[in-house]
Structure formats: C-alpha cells, structure tokens
C-alpha cells in the first residue's frame, strides 16, 4: 500500500503554530494587505471566505477584508518540513517528497516491524501532531493516484484507507476533475460530451479518450479503472525535475511562452539546486490545443545548476520547435533529467567572469527566495 | 652507411629516443628512427613533430652516412641479440642490413633526407641549471598538469625566468588541470635575458627532459634556451627539442588564496596513509573523501553505494571552528608528496574554498579545490 501525506494547510498552520494569537483569524500567507502579490497559503479560517492559493492577494482583501496577512517564511516553513521528513524516515526509506508539505510513502517492507500499512498511517500522523504540533491529512491506497485522491478527499485532518477491492467503488462517484491533469478545459472537454464522473468516464470506450486527449488519455483512462503503477521514488533516487503549467487560455504568442519558460526554468533550477544537484539535460514538453504533445530535449557537455545555461537551452528549444506551425500551445513543461549529485562536483580553480557572474546570481535569488519565497523576486525580460 | 656499434650503445639509443616515436601510422616516417654518423659515434633522432630528441652513442663507423629505421623493429630485433657487437649497414634502396653474431636481418627502410630535420634553434634566453634541481622541480608540478584536458593549454606547463638578484635567475614552473595547480621556484645561474611572461612546454617535452635529467651523468649543468616557439634542452650529448604551446596560460596568480588563516598541521605520513586507506571505498573516477576538520582532529571518510564506507581519524594540530568539505584524495596525495618535511600544513579559510599547501623554504606550493559533499 501506498501512503500520501499532506500537511494541512501547511504555511498558514505553521504561523499559527507559532503566533498563537492567530488562532481562529484569517491567516493568509503571501501577498500584502494592499492588494500586491498572490496568496501562497490560507488557513481554513480564510478559505471559508473562499479565498484560495494562487488567487491575487487583492480578491482575498475583498473577500474578508479582516484577514492577516504575513510574509512567507520558506527557510522555517523548510526547517519544519525536513523534521517532518526525518519522521517518515523512521518508518520506510521510500519517501518520495513532493513538495515542502507532501510526501509519498512506501511502507511495504516496514510491516512486519510497525504493524500494516494503516497502523503505520495512524502512528506517523500521530507523531507528526505530538511532536511537531501540525496537523497532516493521510491517503492509503494500493498506487499513489488514489492515495492521493484520499488524502484530499479527507481534509482537514482526514484519515481515508482505500482497500485494494474498494477503488472502484470509491472512484467512481468522483467527479472527472478528481483524475491528475483534468483542469477546467479538460473538465468542458468531457462535460460537452456528457460524462462528469469518473464511473461515466470508464463507461465510455478507450478510444474515446484518445481522440480527446491523445496519448495522455490512455493515462487517464488507466487512472479512471483505479491503475497507477509508478512506484514511490526516494529523494536520492530523482532521475529527473519538472515543472509544467497549463494556460487558462490557450497561448502562441512567443514572447508569452518565453516568459512561462522563464518562470518554469526559474522553479526548477532552484529545486535542482535545493537538492544540490546539477543536469546534464534538459527537455521541453509542448501538449498542442489539440493535446498532441511532443518532448525535445537536449544535453549539455558540462552538467550546471545555473539558471542562466538551463534557461537558454530551453528557451532554444522552445524557438526550434515553434517553427512549424502547430497552432497554439495549452501547456509548456520543462524538465531536467540526468542528474548529477553536488557531493561528487569538483570546484574550479579558474571560474570564467560571466560564469561567476551567473553563480551570484542564483545564489542571491535563491538566498532572497528562500526568505521571502518563491514568488519575491524573478527574472525580467525574455531572459535568453 | 655502415658501423659497428655495441649492442647495449644501440639499444640505450633506441631507448632514448623512443619515447616520442609516433606510434600511429599517418605519417610513416614518424614511425622511424634517423640514424646518423659522426666522428666515432651514431646519432639516434626521432620526432613527432612536436617534440624531437637526439642522443649520440659511441660506434666505429666504418662508412659515414644517414639511414632511417623502423623503431619498433630495430628495438624488437635488438631487445633479441645477445651482447655483443652489431653491425648494421645500408644497402641499395634504403634496404638495411643487420647483423649480430650468426644473425643476418635485412629490413626496408625510408629516403633519410625524407627525415624532418631538428628545427633551425635561434634562442634568445638560454640558461644554465643543476640538474638534481630541475628534475625536482618537475618532480613537483607536473602531476598537477592537465591529461588530456578539453582546455587544451592546461595539458602544458608554464615555465617563467625572472631575474632574481644581480647575477642570477629564478626559474618557476606551473602546472595546473583546472582543479589543482603546483608551482615549484628554483635559481638559475647566467640567464643572458628572461622570459617573465613565460612559455607553455607540452606535458610530453617535459617527460622527456626529465627522463634524460635522471639518466644522465654528464659533468655541468644541462642547459635550457628558449628561442623561436621552441623550447631546446641540452645535456651532454642529448638534445630535446619542442615546439611551444600557443595561447594564454590561466591567471594562476588569482587562483592562489589569501587569508587562508586557518592553518591545520599533522603528520605528512599520516596523513598520506589515511588517504589511502580510506579512498579504497572512495567512488571510483572522483577518490571523494569526506574532509571533517575539528579541533586537535580531522576525520576521513569515503561511502561507495556498492561498496560500503571507510573511516579513519588522524592527530593534527588545530584550534577553533572547523568545518566538513571534501577532496579528491589523489590531489592531497601529489602535493603532499612534493613536501620534504615529516609535517606538512593545509592553509584553509572555510569548507569551500581552495587548500593552500606550500613548502615555501623549497620553492613549493599547490592549491587545491575541494569537492562538495
């Protein structure tokens, strides 16, 4: 079984934590008061207002005009989340974190130590509360995609086994846009053409996913049967690091996608060097209005966590494959693979100026990142 | 041509010259050996156009004159001769002819004046230096020099002569991959001028001077000039040319560090035996050794993923804050081995940046670029 842990409302629940004068208030974290910035994180409290991560920090001030709204602390919120980490270490080595607030786990081979895979649920996420006073949602499932679903479906403070005989069961009455990668346009797809759960979905013929979503529908159709069988990589074992966003509105304007894959570039070269790792090859993944996506990629001589090199390669990708005409893009992706870890890089004795240069570069941002998140500062222009 | 040559004479000929003995076949001729008469001696010479060494040998010549041989031929033939003398004579169409006891070889041979020539020598520094120095001097940088680096410049050595008081030179030689770099001083007699900016030696040329450095017993000194990107090299009757590496040597002056004020000091020995010991478990390629520093200790340690781990803690005389980086442990060992003194002492600032070696009362220091854990 398959556990997936989710840190209840995890940046919000943290200042709680520790301001126990916020207690019970609207707590957003990320943005200002005077309408600048996006909302990074909202306790339950705000979001009973109907304000949500991503939206802008000005619709969340309309929305509850009371709510308190605090700068992100990444390096604690960091802190936090590797003690939650070193819990899930206790019970499996095959924790394949997410992001700082989820994690998946593999706990197979630890039952016969903690009892089976719910009784090792129970203790982790009572450990998480006793010692690290937070409160984590848990999902077990027999593959990752409905751990996940599980663990969403019980929040706040939800705790949901899905047996292996009981997935159909449960997945069924879910709406489609519970499946991993059904967005809004996804969902009108399939609404047009009546279906809106998933039990409607795996009602329909395989083909008919193929005609909508191209190869990407024989996922969602495998997803929709309760199939998933990528297994749970650990942290030191990431082949690869990925970011991809899909456009509320289909784009082909290059300058715009240049600016995406900036942003992308931006997120993951920072993962990569969090991780302390450097790539040797970085790939683009395009998915075409009509969902026909194709993957380039290309390699480097030298591996580099340099957002500057990973960023021109991508960016050059991105020129090559938009020459034929495809029509408009709806989503972009940019991914890292070939991997290199920091323990075995070699320092240079002579590190050429522009080089230099660009090295400052990331560790500044990273270092103002890292106190005032993500989101505090970026990359202007075109960036190649 | 004919002589008559001891079999040892011509098999030390061989041997000195075969080093740079082309063994690709692009151009046949770099394959050969030319051999020449001159009063009561043979010179033997080969080329691969970069670097040429000449070496003369006593023979009685009996007929003056030039042939060109196939080294590996002649070595192979002679290497199988018992002592004695040999003869060996050209014949019609650059045929040779080999004899030696109740042997006869008869081999093809190629026009001598095909031969490319030594390179005309017009030197404008020319210097004199012991050659016990020199060979220290090599001894003790060129392992830091670059194998088959992608920076072509960095598989050369920089050699520079300074003038250093009113009569005498200082010559220094650096080498460096990129990761490491070594620079020995030593003082020259008689420079009639000097190089300051200084010129690359391709890692090849010095090999070879070394090697006749440690071979020869000549009376004197040997002798460097420096001429017309050329480098010549004379020692008794060997004579090393090479042409010189073109383009700019890396500013190793900015690699050396400052305000390394953290100054740990061990045993060499103990040093060198934990290194050793540990980097068997260290991953292949890398020989990364985790460097602990702590106070009055430091802690090695090396992990394989398929292997397992080693770990060994050695005595060193510290105090205040340390710190954990890592190295690849050849690069400790080959500056460490440049070191004469039973102690040594690593100069560091903070986990990474560069480790300062240095011997300054021998003209020796290596920095050297840790490796991140």
Not at chain 1, 252 to 265: C, G
Not at chain 2, 72 to 82: A, C, P, Y
Not at chain 2, 204 to 227: Q, R, W
Request: glycine share 8%.
């Amino acid at each position: 079984m398959i556990l997936h842990i989710d840190m209840d409302a995890f940046y919000a629940s943290v200042e709680e934590r520790d301001q126990p004068e916020l207690r019970g208030k609207p707590v957003i974290v990320g943005g200002n008061p005077k309408g600048r910035g996006v909302v990074a994180a909202a306790n339950y409290k705000a979001r009973s207002y109907g304000i949500r991560s991503a939206m802008p920090a000005s619709q969340a001030r309309r929305l509850c005009p009371e709510a308190i709204f605090l700068a992100p602390r990444i390096a604690c919120y960091a802190e936090v989340s590797e003690q939650i980490h070193q819990i899930f270490l206790n019970y499996t080595p095959l924790v394949e974190p997410l992001s700082l607030d989820e994690a998946f786990l593999d706990a197979t081979g630890s039952e016969k130590l903690f009892g089976d895979s719910e009784a090792i649920g129970r203790q982790i996420k009572e450990e998480i509360k006793a010692k690290i006073h937070l409160c984590a949602s848990v999902g077990i499932a027999p593959n990752k995609f409905v751990a996940k679903v599980a663990s969403d479906l019980g929040k706040p403070d939800g705790f949901l086994v899905v047996q292996p005989e009981a997935v159909q069961a449960f997945l069924d009455p879910l709406p489609v846009r519970r499946l991993w990668g059904i967005g809004k346009s996804g969902d009108q797809i399939l609404a047009k053409k009546g279906i809106r759960t998933i039990h409607q979905l795996r009602q329909r013929p395989r083909r008919l996913l193929r005609e909508c979503f191209g190869l990407w529908g024989e996922q969602l159709w495998a997803f929709a049967h309760g199939r998933d069988d990528r297994p749970v990589i650990p942290d030191h074992e990431v082949k690869s690091i990925s970011n991809e966003t899909t456009f509320e509105k289909d784009l082909d304007d290059i300058d715009l996608l240049q600016s995406h894959i900036v942003t992308l570039t931006e997120q993951v070269a920072w993962r990569l060097r969090r991780q302390d790792l450097r790539a040797r090859t970085v790939g683009l993944k395009i998915r075409f209005a009509d969902f026909k996506t194709i993957t380039r990629s290309h390699s480097l001589p030298k591996a580099t966590h340099t957002t500057q090199d990973l960023l021109s390669i991508a960016i050059d990708l991105l020129k090559t494959n938009l020459k034929k005409k495809q029509g408009p893009i709806r989503l972009l992706g940019m991914a890292v693979s070939h991997l290199v870890p920091g323990e075995i890089i070699q320092g240079e004795l002579f590190i050429n100026e522009s080089q230099q240069k660009q090295q400052g570069i990331d560790v500044a941002t990273d270092l103002i990142k890292s106190k005032y998140g993500q989101s505090a500062i970026k990359r202007g222009g075109g960036g190649a | 041509m004919k002589i008559k040559i001891d079999r040892k004479d011509l098999l030390a000929g061989i041997q000195r010259v075969h080093g740079v003995v082309e063994k690709k076949n692009t151009m046949p001729i770099l394959t050969h050996i030319l051999m020449n008469t001159q009063d009561q001696s043979v010179s033997f010479f080969a080329t691969d156009l970069e670097v040429g060494i000449q070496g003369h040998f006593p023979a009685e010549v009996i007929e003056a004159g030039s042939i060109t041989v196939s080294a590996r031929k002649l070595h192979e033939i002679v290497r199988e001769f018992q002592e004695g003398p040999v003869s060996i004579q050209s014949d019609t169409n650059y045929w040779i002819v080999i004899e030696s006891g109740k042997s006869r070889f008869r081999i093809v041979g190629l026009p001598p004046e095909e031969f490319p020539v030594v390179p005309p020598i017009n030197s404008e520094t020319s210097i004199e230096i012991n050659a016990t120095l020199f060979s220290s001097l090599i001894r003790r940088t060129l392992f830091a020099a670059g194998e088959n680096a992608a920076q072509y410049i960095l598989n050369g050595l920089l050699i520079q002569i300074e003038k250093n008081s009113e009569r005498n030179g200082l010559i220094r030689l650096i080498a460096t991959d990129g990761h490491r770099l070594a620079i020995t001083e030593g003082e020259v007699s008689g420079p009639n001028s000097f190089n300051e900016e200084g010129i690359i030696v391709p890692k090849k040329a010095i090999l070879e001077i070394k090697k006749a450095l440690d071979e020869g017993d000549v009376e004197g000194n040997p002798n460097l000039s420096i001429g017309d990107n050329l480098l010549v090299y004379r020692w008794g009757s060997v004579l090393i040319t090479s042409r010189l590496v073109e383009g700019d040597f890396p500013n190793y002056q900015k690699a050396i560090p400052v305000g390394n004020d953290k100054h740990v000091s061990m045993q060499k020995s103990d040093l060198e035996g934990a290194l050793r010991r540990v980097s068997v478990l260290a991953r292949e390629k890398t020989s990364a050794v985790k460097f602990s520093l702590e106070a009055g200790r430091i802690i090695l340690s090396a992990s394989n993923p398929e292997m397992g781990e080693a770990q060994e803690e050695i005595e060193a005389s510290f105090e205040g804050e340390g710190f954990v980086t890592g190295f690849n442990a050849r690069y400790l060992l080959d500056a460490l081995s440049a070191i004469t003194k039973e102690e040594a002492v690593l100069e560091f600032k903070q986990a990474d940046s560069p480790c300062l070696i240095k011997e300054k009362s021998e003209g020796f220091l290596s920095v050297i670029m840790p490796m991140r854990v």
